[in-house]
């Protein structure tokens, strides 16, 4: 492209300061470096993360930052050494990079690498300096990849290549919500066939949770929300019934331990509260239940709970990301999505202009929305 080596000037939603609202501004965009990538982002999604950027409660983060982290978009350009992605290409950015080196990425079973920023901060290139400039001062990125800009700048770790025929403005959910949910499921918990699960949280990243219950052949998909809004569309995706725990006088894993006369094989934290959390654990078999935490918790929090509930073999884990390593994954979930196989466009409910930003959040913050992909 003719901007190849130029700096770019473009439309940025920044987050100055925690607890003020996003503001639109015009930014420079720097060249890639070494081993890195220019993306021009065509469609992003609006995440609960990135609400937590705006109130200051996700970790590690430094302000002035462009947040997002659900995004697509085509190669601009690359910088030297890069050979995974060409300029053209669809490519989708990683929130969780794989590096392929480390420690974590040699391993088979984990996809946690140690380039992610709950290890090693992600709000500046891996040279320590950032891509964007806004009115003289430095911006920094969020998880290397900050797809609330037009055009953004992300080592080659944290990018992968998508098929060409991939319709943007849909599989960038693939990036961070229908993947995390998706693959607590399949990859995390292991659903097996027959079993009964049970989901706290029914937003975009629950409702792949469910979805990916239903893949795995559980027979019983039981969820749960104080949002009854959000059960017929769970119902639609594969949830067998619906509670909401505001309509019970007793706490709702008693319910659920009498429900199913013995507790359900897995439980799903996807709301990224303790009580919920403690809730959830409460709730599996007391024997083999296996309860998995997919929500962020709130910074600086600690989990209290009755160590017995662990003693007679109920499992507690986490799950970040879904479990996938994303440049080996990613590529295969969006072939599965063309191939009529995922069906996850049901997840977005809103299709907005990027200067619409706000009215997203406001959307998200409301309850009133699954999932809300912006438009360049």
């Known amino acids: 492209m003719g901007t190849s080596g130029k700096i770019i000037k473009c439309k940025a939603a920044i987050a100055w300061e925690i607890g003020k ?5 015009e930014v420079e965009v720097a060249p890639p470096k070494s081993h890195e990538v220019r993306v021009k982002i065509i469609a992003t999604g609006i995440c609960g993360t990135d609400e937590h950027v705006l109130t200051g409660s996700f970790p590690k ?5 462009i947040p997002g982290h659900e995004g697509a978009g085509i190669v601009e350009s690359i910088g030297e050494g890069v050979t995974c992605v060409k300029p053209g290409d669809k490519v989708i ?3 969780l990079p794989q590096c392929g080196e480390c420690n974590s990425c040699l391993k088979w079973n984990t996809n946690c690498c140690l380039k992610t920023h709950l290890c090693n901060p992600q709000n500046l290139m891996p040279d320590k300096t950032s891509r964007f400039t806004c009115k ?48 607590a499921a399949i990859n995390t918990a292991q659903v097996t066939p027959g079993s009964t699960c049970a989901i706290f949280g029914l937003g975009g990243v629950g409702l792949s949770v469910v979805m990916g219950c239903q893949a795995a ?51 799903f934290e996807v709301v990224g509260c303790l009580n919920t959390l403690t809730a959830a654990l409460a709730s599996c078999h007391m024997s083999c239940g296996v309860c998995v935490m997919v929500g962020v918790p709130p910074l600086d929090s600690r989990l209290s709970f009755d160590p017995l509930l662990l003693f007679t073999g109920r499992t507690l884990k986490g799950s970040f990301i879904g479990g996938w390593k994303m440049k080996d994954s990613i590529p295969q979930l969006v072939s599965s999505y063309l191939e009529g196989k995922l069906k996850t466009d049901v997840l977005i409910t809103h299709t907005l202009s990027f200067s619409e930003i706000d009215e997203g959040f406001n959307l998200l ?11 360049f």
């Open 93 to 95: 950015p990683l929130c």
């Open 21 to 25: 609202p996003l503001s639109i501004e």
């Open 61 to 65: 983060v430094e302000y002035p930052v």
């Open 365 to 375: 913050r409301a309850g009133k929305s699954i999932r809300i992909v912006l438009l």
């Open 217 to 267: 052949g559980a027979s019983r998909i039981i969820g749960i929300d104080i949002n009854k809004e959000k059960f017929g569309k769970a119902k639609e995706l594969g949830a067998t019934e619906c509670l909401d725990p505001q309509d019970y006088k007793k706490p709702i894993q008693e319910v659920l331990v009498e429900m199913t006369g013995h507790g359900v094989d897995y439980a």
């Open 136 to 183: 003289g001062k430095q911006i920094h990125h969020f998880l290397w990849i900050s797809t609330f800009s037009e055009y953004t700048v992300m080592p080659d770790s944290a990018v992968v290549r998508i098929d060409d025929a991939a319709p943007l403005d849909k599989v960038c959910l693939f990036g961070c919500g229908f993947s995390t949910g998706y693959g």
